[in-house]
T-cell receptor, first 117, second 107 residues
Framework: EAQVTQNPRYLITVTGKKLTVTCSQN?????MSWYRQDPGLGLRQIYY???????DKGDVPEGYKVSRKEKRNFPLILESPSPNQTSLYFC????????????????FGSGTQLSVL | QKEVEQNSGPLSVPEGAIASLNCTYS??????FFWYRQYSGKSPELIMS????GDKEDGRFTAQLNKASQYVSLLIRDSQPSDSATYLC???????FGKGTRLSVIA
C-alpha cells in the first residue's frame, strides 16, 4: 500500500531533550516536506526537499533540522525542543513539485502530536 | 512572499444546501491549485486539483479558478453532515496552504 509513515503518533518530552520524528514513504517520491499545524495558523512549512541531499527552508525553519540521505526517508530533528514547538506535525511527499504546471498530489502521513513541557 | 487567503469561518450550512468556499492568492506564478479536506485530528486529504481557468466538477464538488482575479473556489452541492471539516486551499511552487475554512453542515 502506498503510504507515508510517520512515527511516533504522539510524543511528550521535556525542554532541551533532543528528539527525532521519522518519516518514510514507499512511493519513490522525490519531493518531501514537513509542516506544523497550530490552531488559527494553518499548515506552515518547516523544511522541504526536492531530492536526495537537497533540502531547503520553508516558512518556519528555526529550531528544526532535517536530512535527506536517502530518497525514502526525511526525518525531522529537534536538537533542543522548546514549549513553543508544541504542535501537530505532518510529513508529506509527492512525486514531483518542480514546475508551476505540476498538479502532483501531496500524500500526508498521519501526523505526530508533540508536546514539549 | 506568496500568500493564500481564506475566510476561517466557521461556515454553517443546512444539510442539502450548497456550501461555497473561497480562496484568494497573492502571486501569479502558481498554475495549479488544490483543495484539501481535513477532519479534526486527521491528516489533509486531496479533494480537487485545478490548473485551468473555469470549472472542474467531480461528483458533488466543483472547483472554480479565475487566474485574472487570482481567485479559486470550491462548491459542495447537496452538503452532508459528513462534509463538516476544515477545507484547505493551496497553490504550488512550492506548496503553500491557506489557514483553512471550517465548514459545519447542520442536519
Amino acid at each position: 500500500e502506498a503510504q507515508v509513515t510517520q512515527n511516533p503518533r504522539y510524543l511528550i518530552t521535556v525542554t532541551g531533550k533532543k528528539l527525532t520524528v521519522t518519516c518514510s514513504q514507499n512511493m519513490n517520491h522525490e519531493y518531501m516536506s514537513w509542516y506544523r499545524q497550530d490552531p488559527g495558523l494553518g499548515l506552515r512549512q518547516i523544511y522541504y526537499s526536492m531530492n536526495v541531499e537537497v533540502t531547503d527552508k520553508g516558512d518556519v525553519p528555526e529550531g528544526y533540522k532535517v536530512s535527506r540521505k536517502e530518497k525514502r526517508n526525511f526525518p525531522l530533528i529537534l536538537e533542543s525542543p522548546s514549549p513553543n514547538q508544541t504542535s501537530l506535525y505532518f510529513c508529506a511527499s509527492s512525486l514531483s513539485l518542480l514546475s508551476p504546471q505540476s498538479n502532483e498530489k501531496l500524500f500526508f502521513g498521519s501526523g505526530t502530536q508533540l508536546s514539549v513541557l | 512572499q506568496k500568500e493564500v487567503e481564506q475566510n476561517s469561518g466557521p461556515l454553517s450550512v443546512p444539510e442539502g444546501a450548497i456550501a461555497s468556499l473561497n480562496c484568494t492568492y497573492s502571486d501569479r506564478v502558481s498554475q495549479s491549485f488544490f483543495w484539501y479536506r481535513q477532519y479534526s485530528g486527521k491528516s489533509p486529504e486531496l479533494i480537487m486539483s485545478i490548473y485551468s481557468n473555469g470549472d472542474k466538477e467531480d461528483g458533488r464538488f466543483t472547483a472554480q479558478l479565475n487566474k485574472a482575479s487570482q481567485y479559486v473556489s470550491l462548491l459542495i452541492r447537496d452538503s452532508q453532515p459528513s462534509d463538516s471539516a476544515t477545507y484547505l486551499c493551496a497553490g504550488n511552487t512550492p506548496l503553500v496552504f491557506g489557514k483553512g475554512t471550517r465548514l459545519s453542515v447542520i442536519a
